[in-house]
């Protein structure tokens, strides 16, 4: 990461000093533009055309418009490169001392007298401007439209001759144009044309950073607000999740205790009818082996680490025998891969995610044709359980959210997808999905394999 970092700075510092070194390539590159105003300002006076020496002013406009720019927006990335912050006074400090070596060079390689005056008064606006701008992704895009305003009207401030007594335009070629502009219209084009502009995008500049800043403000509120909104909803998912398991377990709860008391009683008759009447015996044997399994289920709903030892055909056979499809027009195939280790897995718990997953992929059809695949079979690490349909399958967008807690298409309290994923990984399992909108659904779950020994003692348990 810090590698990453010192990377990114030094390619940031290298287009800041690009940038840079362009500024001081454009007086070269348009060496022309400087000939063509100065001979425009001398057939201006000589024509006495004031239109020929506005359209000669906007030249030069454009044409330190275009230094000043690349020489500032390197001078920023520089800054940014050494302080690594842009919103910290370092950075502020660093950007005045960076732009002002630059344009003392500047001034002494191309002797352009300039005073520093206005490019002192034109870092301070740009300084305090960006304070403003939000300090994200687009920030230098944003950065940039300000610079390039406020340079635009820092130029036309230089060509105000009522503020030459402040240092404001003193190189030779603003000087010039402002000596023409008194000698054909007595300074009252340039004091009107030049104060107006200079208000106007100065004025522009300052608009467009407020509405920037009410803006990022806007966003920064909304997103708030959404994630407000998310957290919220989370949390009544969470308290709607505990409740109806609380509710269960007590419920569940309560089934045992009167469970008990039936088991009890009816070994009670089973001895007292015992010696009267023994063909009683055989239905007493199967309402004592239907209590206990009713004892056992309780308790592994009761207690979700209690796991035994399952066959694959079992757990299989178990979760079919309680779904409801004889009176839908849809096929389920079942391929259960021969000599499967037993699982370990807390049956009722298990069965009951197998049956969310098989029972939302029925509602899917709608009560249309469908047909549901059930494969599971041995891979290198632990048994794979692949369920696939060929119903309308999931949309891109709802895949990433389907095993969050409340998300539902269904208008529904959006647990049972959460509840499966959990019970999943409580058995140290993981569980994927794979969907084409309009063909098919597969979900793949995969469970550990137990060690040898450990199988071993539970064969041994399945077969007691």
């Known amino acids: 990461m810090v590698m990453v970092n010192i990377k990114k700075y030094l390619i940031f510092g290298c287009i800041g000093f690009l940038l840079t070194a362009y500024g001081f390539l454009v007086p070269i590159l348009y060496d022309n533009w400087s ?55 370092m950075f502020s400090i660093s950007l005045i001392v960076l732009l002002f070596l630059t344009l003392i060079f500047y001034n002494l390689l191309f002797q352009e007298h300039f005073s520093y005056t206005g490019h002192l008064f034109a870092a301070g606006i740009i300084i305090l401007l960006q304070l403003y701008i939000p300090k ?30 402040l240092g404001f335009g003193t190189n030779d070629l603003a000087a010039s144009i402002k000596m023409a502009d008194q000698f054909l219209t007595g300074n009252s084009l340039l004091n009107t044309i030049a104060t107006i502009f200079f208000i106007v995008f100065l004025t522009i500049a300052i608009i467009f950073t407020i509405l920037i800043h009410l803006l990022n403000r806007q966003l920064d509120t909304l997103k708030k607000y959404h994630l407000q909104g998310k957290e919220l909803k989370e949390t009544r998912t969470a308290l709607i999740e505990s409740k109806v398991y609380e509710e269960i377990s007590m419920l569940v709860h309560d089934i045992k205790t009167p469970l008990v008391t039936v088991e009890g009683l009816v070994s009670l008759i089973e001895l007292k009818l015992q010696t009267e009447n023994r063909t009683l015996r055989p239905y007493f044997a199967r309402v004592d082996h239907s209590l206990k399994k009713m004892n056992d289920m309780i308790s592994e709903i009761l207690y979700e680490n209690n796991k035994q030892a399952l066959t694959v055909n079992k757990l299989i056979e178990y979760v079919t025998s309680h779904l409801n499809i004889d009176n839908q027009l849809i096929k389920l195939r079942i391929d259960i891969d021969e000599n499967l280790p037993p699982i370990h897995v807390n049956k009722i718990r298990f069965s009951r995610a197998i049956s969310n997953i098989l029972e939302n992929a029925i509602s899917s059809f709608a009560e249309k044709k469908g047909f549901i695949h059930i494969n599971v079979k041995k891979i290198d690490k632990g048994i794979l359980f692949c369920i696939k349909d060929n119903g309308p399958g999931i949309q891109a967008e709802h895949l990433k959210d389907i095993w969050q807690a409340g998300f539902s298409t269904k208008n529904s309290s959006g647990i049972g997808l959460s509840f499966v994923k959990r019970v999943i990984e409580n058995h140290h399992g993981h569980i994927t999905v794979t969907s084409v909108p309009g063909k098919q659904t597969q979900m793949n779950i995969t469970l550990p394999l137990q060690e040898a020994g450990e199988r071993m003692n539970e064969y041994h348990h399945i077969n007691r």
Do not use: E
Not at 43 to 64: C, E, M, P, R
């Open 35 to 89: 000939v063509y105003i100065n001979d425009h300002i001398y057939n201006s006076i000589i024509q006495k055309d004031s239109g020929l020496l506005l359209i000669t002013t906007f030249v030069y406009i454009a044409k330190y418009l275009m230094t000043f720019f690349f020489i500032y927006f390197g001078s920023a990335i520089l800054a940014n490169t050494l302080t690594k912050r842009i919103n910290t006074v």
């Open 136 to 165: 994200q992704k687009h920030y230098y895009i944003i950065f940039s439209i300000i610079l390039f305003l406020v340079l635009l009207a820092i130029q036309w401030l230089y060509l105000i001759p009522a503020f030459t007594v």
